[in-house]
């Protein structure tokens, strides 16, 4: 948790020091402790060591360099540190009652006070680690024995765990702490043998960070503990608040014993700044300073962020008379249970038994009472040792810490599982096993159980357990006090956007309405944070709870409803059968069909009649086919785009377009070739006869096909979700896969067509009655203009359109070919039969056709 103490350079020194001085005594023959002996407050059977700061200072002396040092005079009783005690002997109590767990074992304690020094702290660990006794042998290792704990429960701090950590360590020895979350001591190469009933501030500082997100603070200031605990607390939250958009306007440290003009700068630098959210990385003896010196400052409409080490603390509540902290909202270590561990505190004679001169001293200060009559006793009521708990109100009475009682409670019973299953322990344990603390902390490493309230105990890789935090807010309640009301929820373990969850809006705003869903709260330039505007949510976004800070953007296949409370799946769109404009191309695209079938049964039927056998008959009947192909391919593009119908539809066009159009290109060849073989000397139809112009339409159409072949090959059309173009609606289509592939195929029949309206061109002024090419002239000008225009309307439209444009094209031409080619030859043999002669077909009649 936080630390009591900073750890001044020179305390490191003189620790290697003693240190050196310690193990630099292997080639004596008697190992001889240095210093002053320690010894426990509270004692027991020596199994479990605690180390605890019944003391949170001490007097400062000034040394003579002419006399050993005295040893630190203790000042300042901390209450808290004596219920986590309390809490360590009550579960020691409870094991030692059990048949369960451990039966026939007797568990034991040595608990020291460190007086919240952290060169004290050191000094006990050792302490904990050999017995005070000199040791003399004659061994070859005169001064290597077993330690004297199996496992150590504490430090509630983190500066004095990482020096407790790293002088035990390299004996694997234990050290279980109930309150010390600093990241740091997750890192096992530095600290192995340290694990923690609480979670790590790795998780604790992005928790924060994901916090002041949600409720869209971006702009906020920053004040950490200097030491251990702030340090790396709000660097894990910058570095996380970073990656969130989120700045820190300033950040500034402090600690609790530092000059009261730097903490005075502090206040006036929250004075000064525009951010009106404070997040507070403060231990509870650092806000308890802050809050001192905050009092007489008009500090008020600032918004409070707090770390798990205050802001669930009813004593840091009662200090803010002038109601600087109101709304504040924070994480918390969850609400747990230990029942029967209330009484247990209540009943201090363990205290009174073990040491009484400590007794003494918590006595009188519990009581503000005297045991002995001195000079000043004359002010002073006298204790009898019997005063009763119940009636006092103080830290000491005050349950509201129980969550980290349990911590306590369950790092002690985590060493009892640990020795359970190293003793083999059934209905008794195998008391001839030699117990180590390297077997221990293996053990420990791999326990799991539950407690009697339900709580699982496990730990992971990193000696931790998982970060799951509830979110306090400060709330106003009756007769002036603060009510801590839980409005949410933080899971580590869940995925990234489950972790947070809140049940209520926070802080409780009294200067504007509550905003409903659908819009998000937008604090107002220059007011306190509970002054409000709600701003509707933009589109595709939307709020589903009450006095929402943020709209959360629907997921792409949704859209914001009207209200924008709720996502909606978008409306998929493509060309249908059902809708107006895919009937009508439906209808035009079978009209055509039959259109064509119709001339086609009207040549069959006149076959042998000259006009049709002038005009290639065979050529006629394959354009007539290719025609109908044409009209039906149209009919693939509209429904619901799937695979087989993305590649179907392109290539299908582009394979029986060509088809058509080398039949055509065909025709006019024969024309041309027709005149040619008029002329005197002239036989070039022997070079385009009923074979090669087979030859020329298969060549033509295999071309295509092969172009085809490699479009799908290589890249082919597939279907597409399309969410761009329409913001609320996902249109359904066909992407080309490969846009060379698409161009080429438009390409090739761009190139026929041209070759076709070419010679058709140079053929319209040929000296027939009938002359073919001026009508194949026409079909192939309408077909350009059409294809022409195709591309820039095809490239413009959006969605389902482009294909509408696509199968007008494809009707256009077709129709054009068609109505062109064949439709004046239907009328001669239909209505003008006294012309479907010979005769008139060579133009020697004096009559035109038309």
């Known amino acids: 948790m936080t630390s009591t103490q900073r750890w001044p350079e020179h305390g490191w020194a003189l620790l290697h020091l003693l240190l050196v ?50 040893p630190l005079e203790c000042i300042s009783l901390n209450f808290r ?54 040791v003399s042998s004659t061994s070859e290792r005169p001064c290597m024995k077993a330690a004297q704990v199996q496992a150590i429960v504490g430090e509630t701090s983190s500066s004095p765990s990482t020096a407790i950590a790293t002088v035990i360590g390299p004996f694997n020895i234990p050290l279980i702490s109930h309150f010390a979350t600093c990241a740091c001591l997750s890192d096992k190469t530095k600290y192995p043998s340290f694990l923690r009933t609480i979670p790590s501030d790795y998780y604790q500082s992005r928790a924060l960070a994901h916090l002041v997100k949600h409720f869209g603070w971006t702009w906020v200031g920053a004040v ?113 249970r230990v029942s029967g561990l209330r009484e247990f505190m209540f009943n201090v004679e363990p205290l009174n038994s073990a040491n009484s001169e400590l007794f003494t001293e918590f006595w009188e200060a519990l009581f503000s009472c005297k045991f002995k009559e001195s000079e000043s006793a004359e002010f002073q009521s006298k204790c009898t040792g019997h005063e009763d708990l119940t009636e006092v109100e103080n830290s000491f009475t005050d349950m509201s810490l129980m969550p980290i009682f349990n911590n306590v409670y369950k790092g002690v019973y985590a060493v009892a599982h640990a020795l359970h299953d190293i003793l083999s322990c059934n209905k008794t344990c195998n008391d001839n096993v030699r117990l180590d603390p390297t077997t221990i902390l293996q053990h420990l490493k791999k326990i799991h159980f539950k407690t009697k309230e339900g709580d699982e105990v496990y730990f992971n890789e990193n000696g931790d357990p998982t970060g799951t935090y509830e979110i306090i807010n400060w709330q106003p309640g009756e007769n002036g006090m603060v009510d801590f009301v ?9 995925p990234a956007d489950k972790k947070l969850n809140l049940t209520n809006s926070v802080p409780v705003s009294v200067c504007s309405e509550t905003c409903p869903p659908g819009t998000r709260k937008v604090l107002q330039k220059g007011k306190p944070v509970c002054c409000h505007d709600c701003v509707k949510c933009a589109e595709g976004e939307i709020s589903n709870t009450t006095d929402s800070v943020t709209c959360v953007r629907c997921p792409l296949e949704t859209w914001s409803n009207e209200a924008r409370d709720a996502c909606v799946k978008k409306e998929a769109v493509f060309l249908s059968y059902g809708e107006i404009m895919g009937a009508l191309l439906t209808a035009a695209s079978l009209f055509g069909t039959c259109l064509t079938a119709i001339v086609t049964v009207i040549f069959f039927r006149y076959r042998k009649t000259p006009l049709v056998r002038a005009n290639n008959s065979e050529l006629s009947f394959l354009l007539l086919f290719s025609l109908t192909l044409c009209f039906l391919c149209s009919l693939t593009f509209i429904g619901e785009p799937s695979k087989w119908s993305c590649m179907l539809r392109h290539t299908a066009f582009g394979i029986t ?35 090669q112009q087979r030859l020329s339409v298969l060549t033509f ?20 979700r399309n969410f761009n173009e329409i913001k609320d609606k996902i249109i359904l289509e066909c992407s080309l896969g490969s846009t060379v592939g698409f161009w080429s195929v438009l390409g090739y029949i761009g190139l026929l067509a041209v070759l076709c309206f070419t010679l058709a061109f140079l053929a319209r002024k040929l000296p027939d009655n009938f002359n073919e090419a001026k009508f194949i002239t026409f079909s192939m000008l309408i077909f350009c203009a059409v294809w022409i225009t195709f591309i820039p309307a095809y490239v413009s439209s959006p969605g389902k359109l482009s294909v509408a444009v696509e199968i007008f094209a494809i009707l256009a031409s077709t129709f054009g070919l068609l109505f062109c080619i064949f439709i004046p030859k239907c009328y001669v043999m239909l209505l003008k039969p006294e012309k479907n002669t010979k005769k008139n077909m060579m133009g020697k009649g004096q009559s035109k056709l038309f």
């Open 701 to 720: 159409t295999v071309v295509q096909v092969i172009i085809c072949i490699l479009w799908l090959t290589i890249s082919p059309p597939f279907p597409f």
């Open 486 to 494: 839980t409005v949410g929820l933080y899971d580590a373990s869940l």
């Open 657 to 691: 377009f060509v088809l058509c159009l080398s039949c055509v290109l065909g025709k006019t060849i024969v024309v041309l070739m027709a005149f040619k073989a008029t002329l005197p000397g002239r036989n070039v139809m022997k070079w385009f006869g009923p074979t």
């Open 224 to 336: 950490r503990t200097n030491d251990d605990y702030g340090n790396n607390g709000m660097a894990t939250f910058t570095e996380t608040a970073e990656q969130l958009g989120i700045c820190l306007e300033y950040s500034v440290s402090f600690f609790r014993t530092d000059p009261l003009e730097k903490i005075q700068k502090i206040i006036e630098i929250m004075k000064s700044s525009t951010s009106k959210v404070i997040v507070a990385f403060l231990s509870h003896m650092d806000m308890d300073v802050l809050m001192h010196e905050l009092s007489p400052h008009n500090l008020t409409g600032h918004q409070w962020i707090g770390s798990e080490s205050w802001i669930f603390d009813s004593q840091i509540a009662a200090m803010d008379k002038n109601h600087i902290l109101d709304g504040a909202i924070g994480l918390s270590v969850p609400k747990a």
């Open 21 to 70: 001085a310690t193990f630099t005594q292997a080639e004596e023959q008697v190992c001889t402790q240095r210093g002053d002996p320690e010894n426990p407050q509270l004692e027991g059977d020596i199994i479990l060591g605690g180390i605890f700061s019944f003391h949170s200072s001490w007097k400062n002396r000034e040394n003579t360099y002419t006399q050993k040092p005295l």
């Open 81 to 134: 540190e004596f219920q986590f005690a309390q809490s360590m002997l009550f579960a020691i109590e409870e094991i030692n009652n059990s048949t369960d767990l451990l039966p026939g074992i007797s568990l034991g304690y040595d608990i020291y006070d460190t007086c919240g020094s952290i060169a004290r702290s050191v000094k006990v660990a050792l302490a904990l680690t050999n017995d005070d006794s000199n």
